[in-house]
């Protein structure tokens, strides 16, 4: 990875306003996306994963204030203006949880699906919407002519979020930011949704920023995943390993504490407490230091950087040392309460 | 899994049924769960779970067919506010959401409070002692006790949703979705829980639920409803390590896990979506 990634974030700091108190949202997210390259960003409530999406496509809340870094292609996103904007919009779709909260109601699926090619590519009506009907081919929707003229209270929560994504790779964009497009469907229908992602990000060279509170989804599409707690990265691991070879302790809780389909377990390996928001974190120690059991003098000492170890990244101090043990110790271990 | 533990029973319904209008929401659905025990119904949107779940806790009218709780019929509305009391001492229920199913002006021992007073008219020293062991019991400390909902996180509120559940001392608690909306983490800590306060109760659950993780981690026994009919039923485990329906094995095999690959063409195949 010696060029230049499609997607280079770098010391993302965000802060929102709330209630007349500055609040940090994001603390120095660090995140590279190769092109064609599918990450996943992981996490619980309020660790700031749905917000790194949002502030890659320029999305923040007004008043944001922002500092770091957000290059894609070598450009700088934070300076886009207007036309320059819409341009990077085409090339970086964006897929959300609840379909339905991001469709105008009142307007036909072939109106949503073709305006971004009428108004920003000049893409003529009638090609805008043959390019339509063969990408909803694409998703698995064969009557595509008969779907353009339907309203969104018409199609299932399944079928409109393939909608999306086929609306979402018309601009033929390179990076889709995927914020939890499965959380809200059914589990056989996000098995397919899941499929059809895969396969078309494949077929069309698209890179995948996946965001999911499931680390095993993250990983049945993701080369690499990244952990996030408490607003900042803790964690970046090629998928297959977050659960046999996690980096961080609160990657390897994640992995163990969500109970096994194939087993009863005597007792999960819950851990105490809860997971912190950003602001809520202390500036000057780790974390996630009051809920780990792994947690030292050293831990609270100072805040951990990111360490590269076994061509991941880490956010923890004794990450070399407790290297191997880090998912055992939890499922062996009795930890439990809050 | 119905006559030869008719005697031992907590909660039994036979020949279900409920119409709205011309769908057929549930449809000849019979269980039973034992003292202790504990089944998952598990489904899909659509199934019928959770109207089922209403059913049983009295907020929707079946069609047709018997509830029974602790050998007393629920089937048609209570009567009188006895009746309504002592069913409420029957069976409880916790709901999916925490951030809607508590009122935000009481505060946790408040909430318990009520419950105790309505379902047992004990002398305020004797609730206040049962208050205690309660939040105890589902992990809330002194602080939390006394907190209104908005100053406690989702995983708080479930316990105190729980805490709320358990004051009537029911012999059967229904968990509609309970775990569905909490982070991973505190999931854990609540299965955990629920575990602990069945070892130590005796009482007995019916798990409403889509996550078939969830489903293995705590129930003996599940029911599989697809389209408001039971296609299988059996121990938790059987039914899990070999589904035999082609509906249970579809759903088996789209639940993530590690090295789990999703395959494209199961949905379109059995004609689900319109």
């Known amino acids: 990875m010696s060029t230049e990634p499609l997607l280079h974030v770098e010391d993302l700091t965000v802060q929102l306003t709330v209630e007349g108190r500055k609040r940090p949202v994001l603390r120095e997210v660090m995140l590279k996306v190769s092109a064609g390259e599918a990450v996943g960003l992981v996490g619980e409530s309020g660790s700031g994963k749905s917000m790194t999406a949002r502030a890659i496509d320029r999305l923040l809340p007004r008043g944001a204030e922002v500092s770091g870094q957000i290059r894609f292609a070598g450009q700088d996103v934070r300076t886009l203006e207007g036309a320059g904007l819409r341009a990077y919009r085409n090339k970086v779709a964006m897929i959300f949880q609840d379909p339905r909260a991001h469709v105008n109601p009142v307007r036909r699926i072939g109106d949503f699906m073709t305006e971004a090619l009428r108004t920003n590519l000049g893409v003529q009506a009638a090609e805008a919407s043959k390019r339509a009907v063969a990408m909803l081919d694409q998703v698995g929707i064969a009557d595509g002519e008969r779907r353009l003229r339907q309203y969104p209270h018409e199609l299932s929560g399944g079928m409109l979020q393939r909608v999306m994504i086929a609306a979402a790779l018309l601009t033929e964009p390179q990076l889709l930011l995927a914020d939890e497009p499965t959380t809200a469907l059914d589990v056989t229908t996000q098995a397919e949704v899941m499929a059809i992602l895969d396969d078309l990000r494949r077929e069309f060279g698209l890179a995948v920023l996946f965001i999911t509170h499931d680390l095993d989804l993250a990983a049945a599409i993701c080369d690499r995943t990244a952990v996030m707690y408490a607003g900042q990265i803790v964690e970046i691991r090629e998928s297959a390993l977050m659960h046999s070879d996690p980096l961080h302790p609160y990657s390897a809780v994640l992995a163990a504490a969500r109970p096994d389909i194939d087993s009863t377990a005597h007792r999960l390996a819950a851990i105490g407490g809860r997971p912190l928001s950003a602001f809520e974190a202390p500036d000057a120690e780790c974390a996630f230091a009051p809920r780990c059991q792994h947690a030292i003098e050293i831990c609270r000492a100072g805040l951990p950087e990111l360490v590269e170890l076994d061509q991941g990244l880490s956010r923890c101090v004794r990450a070399a040392e407790l290297r191997g043990r880090l998912a055992t110790a939890l499922t062996e271990g009795g930890q439990t309460g809050e | ?274």
Not at chain 2, 243 to 251: A, D, I, N, S, V
């Open chain 2, 1 to 274: 899994m119905s006559d030869h533990i008719l005697e031992t029973s907590v909660l039994e319904v036979g020949g279900l049924r409920k119409e709205f209008g011309e769908l057929v929401a549930v449809d000849d659905v019979n269980f039973a769960v034992p003292q202790a025990g504990s089944l998952a119904i598990v489904g899909e949107s659509g199934s019928g779970k959770t109207t089922i779940a209403r059913m049983i806790v009295g907020l929707e009218r079946p069609t047709k067919g018997r509830i029974e709780a602790c050998g007393q019929d629920r089937s048609t509305p209570a009567r009188s506010s006895g009746e309504r009391r002592r069913r409420g001492r029957e069976v409880q229920i916790v709901f999916q959401d925490p951030y809607t199913s508590l009122d935000p002006r009481q505060t946790a021992q408040a909430t318990i409070d009520e419950v105790l007073r309505l379902h047992h008219g004990w002398p305020a020293d004797q609730r206040r002692e049962r208050i205690t062991e309660l939040t105890g019991l589902v992990g809330l400390d002194e602080r939390q006790a006394r907190a209104l909902p908005r100053a406690l996180s989702g995983g708080q509120r479930q316990r105190v949703a729980i805490a709320r559940a358990l004051a009537a001392e029911p012999r059967v608690l229904i968990l509609d979705e309970s775990v569905a909306a909490l982070d991973v983490s505190i999931q854990a800590q609540v299965l955990n829980l629920l575990a602990d306060i069945r070892d130590s109760t005796g009482v007995s659950y019916v798990l409403i639920s889509h996550d078939l993780a969830v489903v293995r981690q705590l129930t003996n026994d599940v029911i599989v409803l697809h389209r408001g009919v039971v296609v299988e039923r059996g121990t938790t485990a059987s039914v899990l390590d070999d589904p035999q329906h082609p509906y249970t094995k579809r759903l088996r095999a789209s639940v993530p896990r590690p090295g789990w690959k999703p395959r494209r063409g199961t949905l379109l195949a059995t004609g689900e979506e319109s």
